[in-house]
């Protein structure tokens, strides 16, 4: 099966840190642009951050602009999430997404095939 297992969140406080990773198995990873969605509640899914699969190139939203930095390791079918400058607005739970199709900042979550069960980041004040 196809599987898109994500870690690393929790809670922190206001300014702080935290660093999503998402493993990936099951696919050719190499032909798969990743992107990280949240939803908050009551909130639609909303695009985070992605990566291409070839050139590297990367997309964040406006958001999370100097802040959020996504990243991947082909050799460890992993693609991460380095979030800093936490605020509040920032909790959420977090999706890892595939598709073959990079979309940069006009992803939506329509545009994902594969997603992963999400995991929570709070941030309190």
């Known amino acids: 099966q196809v599987q898109l297992v994500e870690s690393g969140g929790g809670s922190v406080q206001s300014g702080g840190s935290l660093r999503l990773s998402c493993a990936v198995s099951g696919l050719t990873f190499g032909n798969y642009a990743m992107a990280w969605f949240r939803q908050a509640p009551g909130k639609e899914r909303e695009f985070v951050a992605a990566v291409h699969q070839n050139s590297m190139i990367t997309a964040v939203a406006d958001f999370a602009e100097g802040r959020f930095t996504i990243s991947r390791d082909d050799a460890k079918t992993t693609v991460y999430l380095q979030m800093n400058i936490l605020t509040p607005e920032d909790t959420a739970v977090y999706y890892c997404?595939?598709?073959?199709?990079?979309?940069?900042?006009?992803?939506?979550?329509?545009?994902?095939?594969?997603w992963g069960k999400g995991i929570l980041v709070t941030v309190f004040s």
């Open positions: 997404g595939a598709d073959t199709v990079f979309g940069g900042t006009t992803w939506t979550a329509a545009h994902m095939t594969y």
